[in-house]
């Protein structure tokens, strides 16, 4: 009989293996606590009516007790959040996370005369508030409102606009059952012969499977259940466009994408560079594909044939505990201090929920609060490269809200998700750099190479096709015309054509990719990805090859938070992204790996 392997229950995972939430609150009941305690918060904003253009002591108070709200407020989100996600079909957690959404649509509905009113400053005054020494510690944050100032509706509708904040995240809500908790994918029977219950986790690694009948077997059977709900996935995501564009329309910005790169300051150009870069830039990456066809030995190159490596090399089995000495090793060049805190966080300080489990989230990400542990929720796999990476890259993240938390006050924290991507692959990128010094064969090598190859395909080339598939269609959204299943098929299929090339066969179900990626519910953030390896690349060769000062440097980077546009942080720290620069080199970078690979295999 063939041995079955299943996921265990939440209740089934050892402590040890968990985040330790007290850090938040130490029980659900003292969740509970604070919660009354910010409902009874709320009120407090009506205090402040009427009264924030009298002085600049008037703003101030104002500014504290917001911070004071957000702090309490931040940690209950995020404690309902974490907890939501340990098991997403958990009728609790899922409540406590509906509860808290609805408190904070209370307090943006009594905030929301707040910008009104301050906007409402005349220019001259408003000036001489920000210059004033009382609010030196809120400058830039009162900059940044002011720069607000055309986006900013009446009263009135910025308190309407503030009670819709449920309904606006439904679309993103319902995907999220939908993908996470409602889809089954059945069971694969892996080349052991064991039988691997199919998940969103567990696909990746059936994709990376030597038998190429594994492979297209997991690859059918999970898109099978995608093609089962495409209209109702079309509809979700057709909904989260439509909400996108409203939101814009109703702020006024000329289009949806020119609304979400308002906040972070970056021009179009950036955005649309970008693109052309990168589709300037395609060559390689058809050699790329033509190289993995020769090596796999099949006839035509499918997309289930685009994950496994293409170096034969033994399976890895990385248990947890040794892929934290290892990330550690390699990021020796930021210094003993990183190192130590870092390792002891993901070690023994309980920042990592780490294995799979029934109902559990898909992917990972890092979360905290301010004063909180930087938690990490993980689904880590032993036999996978990529749970190492992917380890090392939320570490990257949690150090970048350690720095930025512990060098800026509350109000400048909070780093941009611009400049998230940086920390993030910069970790990537010194843990390859390290495992290739270590390499001892010409495989291993191979295999490293490979590997960088596929995630500057996957980071930079792939999220960049999906950004511009973000673009086109929210663009036909607001020319008027429906976003339905046949649309949205047919414009993914135009980009996979595009991105893979002319060797490249399009499965019939392969255009179904564009329903299945969660990140398309926050409109716009995929190309951060790409910009954020681009500058992660030419930071991480200043670091290596460079001293203390580069060094000293990029930790400054970390310490900033968000005490500067996004842009001009990654200018402090020597990359340039309103040129095509970091684009360029990066693409460059991938054309050197696929030299280095064909002399090699």
């Given at each position: ?73 931040e ?23 509906a509860?808290?959404?609805y ?13 009104p ?6 220019r001259k ?5 920000i210059?004033?020494?009382l609010?030196?510690g809120?400058q ?5 409102l ?16 503030a ?10 809500t ?5 993908n996470?908790?409602?889809?089954g994918f ?14 969103q ?10 038998r190429?009948?594994?492979?297209k ?6 898109y ?23 939101q814009a329309?109703?702020?006024?910005h ?26 300037n ?21 499918c ?5 496994v ?6 399976k ?24 130590k805190?870092m ?19 898909s992917?990972?990400?890092s979360?905290g609060?301010y004063?909180?542990p930087p938690?990490i929720?993980?689904?880590y796999?032993?036999?996978v ?7 090392a ?11 930025s ?5 509350y109000?400048?924290?909070h780093?941009?998700?611009f ?15 390290h495992?290739?010094?270590q ?22 080339i ?8 973000e ?5 036909i ?6 976003l339905?299943?046949?649309?949205l ?20 179900m ?9 990140h ?40 900033s ?7 001009d942080?990654?200018k ?19 054309a050197t ?6 002399t090699?295999i």
């Amino acid at each position: 009989m063939a041995k079955q392997k299943t996921i265990p229950q939440r209740d089934a995972v050892k402590t040890e293996d968990t985040w330790d939430l007290t850090k938040i609150f130490k029980s659900d009941a003292a969740w509970d606590r604070g919660y009354k305690k910010l409902e009874k918060m709320i009120p407090t904003f009506e205090t402040f009516r009427g009264k924030l253009g009298r002085s600049a002591k008037s703003i101030l108070v104002c500014c504290e007790f917001e911070a004071e709200f957000e702090k309490l407020a931040e940690k209950l989100g995020v404690y309902a959040y974490l907890k939501s996600t340990e098991d997403v079909t958990n009728g609790a957690y899922q409540g406590m996370s509906a509860r808290f959404t609805y408190l904070a649509t209370l307090a943006g509905e009594a905030a929301s005369f707040m910008a009104p009113e301050m906007q409402a400053i005349p220019r001259k005054k408003m000036n001489e508030f920000i210059k004033h020494p009382l609010l030196k510690g809120y400058q830039f944050q009162l900059k940044k409102l002011a720069r607000y100032r055309p986006h900013i509706l009446t009263e009135v509708e910025e308190r309407l606009l503030a009670m819709q904040g449920e309904v606006a995240g439904s679309a993103s809500t319902i995907f999220g059952q939908l993908n996470d908790a409602d889809m089954g994918f059945g069971f694969v029977t892996d080349e052991t012969g064991t039988k691997v219950e199919l998940t969103q986790s567990s696909f990746g690694s059936l994709l990376e499977s030597p038998r190429r009948s594994v492979r297209k077997e997991a690859y059918t059977k999970f898109y099978q259940e995608y093609d089962d709900h495409g209209n109702t996935l079309a509809a979700t995501l057709g909904a989260s466009v439509l909400q996108d564009v409203y939101q814009a329309k109703v702020r006024n910005h000329p289009s949806a994408i020119e609304g979400a790169l308002f906040s972070d300051k970056v021009p179009l150009s950036v955005y649309d560079n970008l693109i052309e870069t990168v589709h300037n830039n395609l060559e390689p990456l058809y050699r790329y594909m033509d190289l993995r066809k020769k090596a796999l030995r099949v006839k035509t190159l499918c997309a289930y044939d685009t994950r496994v490596p293409i170096v034969k090399t033994p399976k890895v089995d990385i248990p947890y505990e040794e892929a934290v000495a290892t990330i550690c090793d390699s990021l020796a060049p930021l210094g003993g201090s990183y190192v130590k805190f870092m390792g002891k966080g993901l070690l023994d300080g309980r920042w990592v929920d780490r294995y799979e489990n029934k109902g559990k989230r898909s992917g990972a990400f890092s979360y905290g609060a301010y004063g909180t542990p930087p938690y990490i929720m993980m689904n880590y796999k032993n036999d996978v490269l990529d749970s190492m990476f992917t380890l090392a890259h939320e570490a990257g993240h949690s150090m970048h809200t350690h720095y930025s938390a512990k060098h800026q006050p509350y109000q400048y924290s909070h780093y941009t998700i611009f400049v998230a991507e940086v920390a993030s692959t910069f970790n990537e990128q010194l843990l390859g750099k390290h495992l290739f010094q270590q390499a001892r064969t010409k495989q291993e090598k191979a295999r490293l190479i490979n590997k960088e190859i596929d995630e500057i395909r996957g980071t930079i080339i792939r999220q960049t096709m999906f950004a511009e598939y973000e673009q086109i269609i929210h663009a036909i959204a607001e020319e008027g015309q429906p976003l339905t299943l046949d649309v949205l098929r047919a414009q993914y299929r135009v980009l996979l054509e595009r991105y893979f090339g002319p060797n490249f066969e399009i499965d019939p179900m392969l255009d179904l990719e564009g329903l299945r990626i969660p990140h398309f519910y926050n409109a716009f953030y995929v190309y951060k990805y790409a910009t954020g390896l681009s500058a992660a690349i030419a930071l991480s060769e200043m670091v290596v090859n460079g001293g203390t000062k580069e060094r000293d440097r990029y930790l400054r980077f970390l310490q900033s938070g968000g005490s500067k546009y996004p842009l001009d942080l990654l200018k402090d720290a020597g990359v340039d992204l309103t040129t095509t620069k970091p684009i360029e080199a990066a693409m460059a970078r991938f054309a050197t790996l696929v030299d280095a690979l064909e002399t090699l295999i």
